[in-house]
């Protein structure tokens, strides 16, 4: 299959924003010094956590499941900490995922729990968490600094040696990389599993599991647990090999689906302005949507 040079994002959101309408162009975050916390332990002994942008179904919330659309009622505003047993239902209906590739019907695309509860049983990690982790997206870095906070406050009362992140969004990429700063700055090491090289790049993160495909799949392909397990293999491994921050290594596995998907995520060349003027309406909508949310 045909591979192609990651897509950067930055400049791609930018234009369509500014051809909706809005304003000045947003300031993605920027770190000049990343900090680096060693694996304390082998691999083999890890207790490993999951943090999540995905949000758990809602009663009342509307459509949340495969193929549903942006739904700002669907999300959430602090972070958490849940049980994995059972296996949560979660989805990214809440948050601008690449909905013209990839349907979300596969929550193991985006997250990890299952593949990692694989390598602990194979004995190549110690243990998955008994809670997950889930973060706010949110374009506020200084909120998003503060939500870190109780991240470290949840790995340290689950004794965690790592920390896996899997954003779905372009600002999920930049939320999860400011938590990973803040946790490897707490000395929790940190892996992210994104799909938005250019955003987690800026912001500067210790290590980065690249996978080059649509985003909401930072976990590995939908409907392929051999290549979901392949994937959270690579992530843990990174844990352990990486040396320096900035470290960051591409997955090799192609994504299965429409070669040029990349031309697709939000790009205003593509619409007509009609298009734009629903695009814009849907934003808006769903910014009143989630504003209703958080007042309550």
């Given at each position: 299959?045909?591979?192609?040079?990651?897509?950067?994002?930055?400049?791609?959101?930018?234009?369509?924003?500014?051809?909706?309408?809005?304003?000045?162009?947003?300031?993605?975050?920027v770190h000049e010094?990343?900090?680096?916390?060693?694996?304390?332990?082998?691999?083999?002994?890890?207790?490993?956590?999951?943090?999540?942008?995905?949000?758990?179904?809602?009663?009342?919330?509307?459509?949340?499941?495969?193929?549903?659309?942006?739904?700002?009622?669907?999300?959430?505003?602090?972070?958490?900490?849940?049980?994995?047993?059972?296996?949560?239902?979660?989805?990214?209906?809440?948050?601008?995922?690449?909905?013209?590739?990839?349907?979300?019907?596969?929550?193991?695309?985006?997250?990890?729990?299952?593949?990692?509860?694989?390598?602990?049983?194979?004995?190549?990690?110690?243990?998955?968490?008994?809670?997950?982790?889930?973060?706010?997206?949110?374009?506020?870095?200084?909120?998003?600094?503060?939500?870190?906070?109780?991240?470290?406050?949840?790995?340290?009362?689950?004794?965690?040696?790592?920390?896996?992140?899997?954003?779905?969004?372009?600002?999920?990429?930049?939320?999860?990389?400011?938590?990973?700063?803040?946790?490897?700055?707490?000395?929790?090491?940190?892996?992210?599993?994104?799909?938005?090289?250019?955003?987690?790049?800026?912001?500067?993160?210790?290590?980065l599991l690249f996978?080059?495909?649509?985003?909401?799949?930072?976990?590995?392909?939908?409907?392929?647990?051999?290549?979901?397990?392949?994937?959270?293999?690579?992530?843990?491994?990174?844990?352990?090999?990486?040396?320096?921050?900035?470290?960051?290594?591409?997955?090799?596995?192609?994504?299965?689906?429409?070669?040029?998907?990349?031309?697709?995520y939000s790009n205003?060349?593509?619409?007509?302005?009609?298009?734009?003027?629903?695009?814009?309406?849907?934003?808006?909508?769903?910014?009143?949507?989630?504003?209703?949310?958080?007042?309550?």
């Open positions: 299959m045909t591979t192609h040079p990651p897509l950067d994002y930055i400049p791609r959101i930018r234009a369509y924003y500014q051809a909706l309408g809005y304003g000045a162009p947003y300031e993605w975050a010094t990343v900090p680096f916390t060693p694996l304390a332990t082998s691999l083999g002994a890890a207790r490993i956590g999951i943090v999540t942008t995905a949000a758990p179904i809602k009663a009342g919330a509307g459509e949340q499941g495969a193929g549903a659309p942006y739904n700002g009622a669907a999300k959430f505003f602090e972070p958490f900490a849940a049980t994995v047993d059972p296996e949560p239902v979660l989805g990214i209906s809440h948050i601008a995922y690449d909905r013209v590739h990839t349907t979300a019907a596969d929550q193991r695309s985006y997250f990890p729990l299952q593949a990692l509860q694989k390598l602990a049983a194979a004995g190549e990690i110690g243990a998955v968490a008994q809670r997950f982790y889930g973060l706010p997206t949110n374009r506020s870095q200084s909120r998003t600094r503060a939500d870190a906070e109780a991240l470290v406050g949840f790995a340290q009362e689950d004794a965690l040696d790592g920390v896996v992140l899997v954003p779905n969004c372009p600002v999920c990429h930049q939320s999860v990389s400011i938590a990973a700063h803040t946790l490897e700055a707490a000395g929790v090491p940190t892996v992210v599993m994104g799909c938005a090289r250019d955003i987690v790049e800026r912001v500067g993160v210790p290590r996978c080059n495909f649509p985003l909401g799949n930072g976990a590995g392909l939908p409907d392929n647990p051999d290549a979901q397990l392949e994937t959270a293999r690579m992530a843990v491994q990174l844990l352990a090999d990486a040396t320096a921050p900035r470290t960051t290594r591409q997955s090799p596995i192609v994504w299965s689906g429409e070669a040029d998907w990349q031309k697709d205003p060349d593509l619409l007509s302005a009609a298009e734009i003027a629903a695009k814009r309406a849907e934003f808006d909508r769903v910014k009143e949507q989630a504003k209703a949310v958080k007042a309550k």
